[in-house]
């Protein structure tokens, strides 16, 4: 049954289709209230999509101007001609930026996981829009580098490590079968990218998310995120930051958030730090009420 909120929201849905810097077309949904409402920008993680923000959509369009984004390759953007790298994700949130910032106005931009490596590798390839265009920014579950090191999936001996580490990395860019939304799969999910006490209900949310994108799409990213290093991009973003974790997160465990919020508050940039007890990675799915609460936190102190 689709609550009032929902409908609401539905009610209010705008798409659009905009062209990247290689002409790769990318699918762009607008949400709430009109052009001279605060806008906030949603960026989303590896293997999901643009109604991977649900509760976030329904929170905010009641106040906000919300704009989510499918990432190439993801939902129904196209996936380009090209490879895939760090500095298209930068360019894909550039030119949906361009597309729907009214000066003005500025953006609240929110990263979860790769899409926060999105908002690092947009400051870092083009570092006058971040003030141009951006008015404050939030990196959720993310790292600038180093994730298979720092990920906690792969415990065991020291001995042992290097090798694990060697494996996973290159399993990630492995595309394998398609995987059935089975009782085995949602588990699986669940022990990867949420806590342990995660309700069913939003387990089977993110496990039909993340379950529609294809093998080779998720091989093709995967190897990306294997060696990404958009590290650079942090003393480039120059606007106020939250940076937000959950404290069971073994993708992008708390090691990454640390270091990131350190680098911001050596310049003067770190807004807060939040960290979410007993949630994973999913830190927004999750935990909506906490995570909602810190982006609107954000969205208040920022001018919009």
């Known amino acids: 049954m689709v609550s009032d909120v929902q409908a609401a929201v539905s009610a209010t849905r705008r798409v ?19 052009i001279d409402a605060p806008l906030v920008v949603f960026s989303h993680g590896w293997a999901c999509q643009g ?17 989510v ?7 129904w953007s196209d996936r380009g001609r090209t490879a895939f790298t ?20 500025k953006a609240l931009v929110v990263g979860h996981s790769m899409g926060g490596m999105s908002v690092m590798a947009w400051a870092d390839g083009h570092p006058d829009s971040v003030t141009e265009l951006a008015r404050g920014a939030v990196l959720a579950s993310t790292g600038p580098s180093e994730l298979v090191s720092k990920s906690t999936l792969i415990g065991s001996r020291p001995s042992l490590r290097a090798h694990l580490e060697r494996a996973f990395g290159a399993g990630l860019a492995v595309a394998g079968p398609e995987m ?3 009782a085995l799969t949602r588990r699986f999910v669940k022990y990867g990218t949420m806590g342990r006490h995660a309700p069913v209900d939003v387990v089977a949310e993110c496990c039909a998310i993340v379950l529609e994108c294809p093998p080779s799409v998720r091989a093709g990213w995967g190897g990306v995120l294997a060696t990404i290093d958009v590290g650079a991009g942090l003393d480039a ?16 465990p708390q090691a990454h958030s640390i270091v990131i919020a350190e680098r911001l508050q050596q310049r003067g940039w770190l807004h ?5 007890q007993h ?18 936190r954000l969205d208040a102190a920022t001018p919009r």
């Open 272 to 276: 807060e730090t939040v960290t979410i």
């Open 237 to 252: 973003l120059t606007v106020p930051t939250t940076v937000a974790v959950g404290e069971a997160d073994k993708l992008t």
């Open 86 to 105: 760090s500095a298209a994700l930068g360019d894909d949130l550039e030119a949906v930026l361009r597309a729907v910032v009214t000066p003005p106005h």
């Open 180 to 182: 059935p939304n089975s």
């Open 51 to 67: 109604r991977f923000w649900r509760p976030q959509i329904e929170h905010f369009a009641k106040s906000n101007r919300v704009v």
């Open 69 to 75: 984004y499918d990432q190439r390759g993801h939902g």
């Open 16 to 34: 659009k289709e905009v062209l990247s810097k290689d002409g790769t077309r990318l699918w762009v949904e607008e949400f709430g209230l009109g």
């Open 279 to 296: 949630v994973g990675h999913m830190i927004n799915l999750e935990a909506p009420r906490e995570f909602n609460d810190a982006v609107g």
